[in-house]
């Protein structure tokens, strides 16, 4: 496995805790249970109408027509399973370092799907690049947090990053709304705007968690140097300098202030996560921001 966290015992005991403060966090609420509101027999009372010809008679509250002599039919709230997307970006990019943004990304997406299971919400993984590069189908339970591990142990690095072309794909495959969380570290060249778009035109939800490796924006050369793209294959022959790491720099931050506000306008939560920020700390920030626990 590399650089990458074994899920462990250990690892299991942390998602535990995580959990559980999971919990304290939303004050007891069960954000497994959202409802639609739906006629039919679900488990809750929410309202009444005027009964109608052709509608299921025992549905009527009798004892409300004894008491007014109209016929009155009883509303109930359907219970509707949450489905949780994990859009993960597996382009070269992801896997470069050590350790690497995909080995942050995978404790990372453990930790998000063992709380969606054991709220009994619908959790599916799906890697991308610029295509989507497999899945793993919605499953639900605690017990099923192995078929996640076994699967994020075998995602391999792909192509270079489309989010566009992706989420074009997702948007058709998967018709059952719910949450996306996309974890990428957004280095598209066509840009992000079409491709989160794409999730919110087509009405799901996304959360965006940005992966970025501190190390990245001050690297540890200077002088001429032949830089070779881990995506495209390109290369360019550079004279590296202070001044061109500052420029560099500064790009990013420009970059990320530009995704996060392109989300902040548009009410998406976005994380912005170097890896060398403990995994743990960024769960326990997107718990308190509420936009995965409802």
């Given at each position: 496995?590399?650089d990458q966290e074994?899920?462990?015992?250990?690892?299991?005991?942390?998602?535990?805790?995580?959990?559980?403060?999971?919990?304290?966090?939303?004050?007891?609420?069960?954000?497994?249970?959202?409802?639609?509101?739906?006629?039919?027999?679900?488990?809750?009372?929410?309202?009444?109408?005027?009964?109608?010809?052709?509608?299921?008679?025992?549905?009527?509250?009798?004892?409300?027509?004894?008491?007014?002599?109209?016929?009155?039919?009883?509303?109930?709230?359907?219970?509707?399973?949450?489905?949780?997307?994990?859009?993960?970006?597996?382009?070269?990019?992801?896997?470069?370092?050590?350790?690497?943004?995909?080995?942050?990304?995978?404790?990372?997406?453990?930790?998000?799907?063992?709380?969606?299971?054991?709220?009994?919400?619908?959790?599916?993984?799906?890697?991308?690049?610029?295509?989507?590069?497999?899945?793993?189908?919605?499953?639900?339970?605690?017990?099923?947090?192995?078929?996640?591990?076994?699967?994020?142990?075998?995602?391999e690095a792909a192509?270079a990053t489309n989010?566009?072309?992706?989420?074009?794909?997702?948007?058709?495959?998967?018709?059952?709304?719910?949450?996306?969380?996309?974890?990428?570290?957004?280095?598209?060249?066509?840009?992000?705007?079409?491709?989160?778009?794409?999730?919110?035109?087509?009405?799901?939800?996304?959360?965006?968690?940005?992966?970025?490796?501190?190390?990245?924006?001050?690297?540890?050369?200077?002088?001429?140097?032949?830089?070779?793209?881990?995506?495209?294959?390109?290369?360019?022959?550079?004279?590296?300098?202070?001044?061109?790491?500052?420029?560099?720099?500064?790009?990013?931050?420009?970059?990320?202030?530009?995704?996060?506000?392109?989300?902040?306008?548009?009410?998406?939560?976005?994380?912005?996560?170097?890896?060398?920020?403990?995994?743990?700390?960024?769960?326990?920030?997107?718990?308190?921001?509420?936009?995965?626990?409802?």
């Amino acid at each position: 496995m590399g650089d990458q966290e074994k899920f462990d015992e250990e690892f299991l005991k942390r998602l535990e805790y995580l959990y559980i403060m999971s919990k304290k966090i939303v004050a007891g609420a069960n954000w497994a249970e959202r409802k639609t509101r739906i006629v039919g027999s679900g488990l809750e009372f929410a309202d009444f109408r005027n009964y109608s010809a052709g509608d299921d008679l025992r549905n009527i509250d009798w004892k409300l027509f004894a008491r007014t002599e109209k016929l009155f039919l009883k509303l109930y709230e359907e219970e509707e399973d949450l489905f949780i997307y994990f859009l993960v970006d597996t382009s070269r990019s992801m896997f470069i370092g050590n350790p690497t943004k995909f080995s942050y990304v995978r404790r990372v997406v453990a930790a998000l799907s063992y709380i969606g299971l054991s709220n009994f919400d619908r959790v599916s993984i799906i890697p991308f690049s610029d295509a989507l590069t497999g899945r793993l189908p919605p499953a639900r339970g605690k017990g099923q947090i192995f078929k996640v591990f076994e699967f994020l142990n075998g995602v391999e690095a792909a192509k270079a990053t489309n989010l566009k072309d992706a989420f074009k794909t997702f948007v058709a495959q998967n018709k059952r709304r719910g949450i996306v969380v996309v974890l990428s570290d957004f280095y598209d060249p066509s840009g992000f705007e079409e491709g989160l778009n794409m999730l919110r035109y087509h009405k799901f939800e996304p959360m965006v968690v940005h992966v970025f490796d501190q190390r990245e924006l001050d690297p540890n050369i200077l002088g001429d140097v032949q830089l070779v793209d881990c995506e495209s294959g390109a290369v360019t022959d550079v004279t590296v300098t202070p001044a061109l790491k500052k420029a560099y720099a500064k790009a990013f931050e420009a970059m990320s202030e530009s995704l996060q506000e392109y989300c902040t306008k548009r009410q998406i939560l976005y994380f912005r996560a170097p890896i060398q920020l403990p995994y743990d700390e960024l769960i326990m920030g997107v718990f308190r921001a509420g936009g995965f626990l409802k």
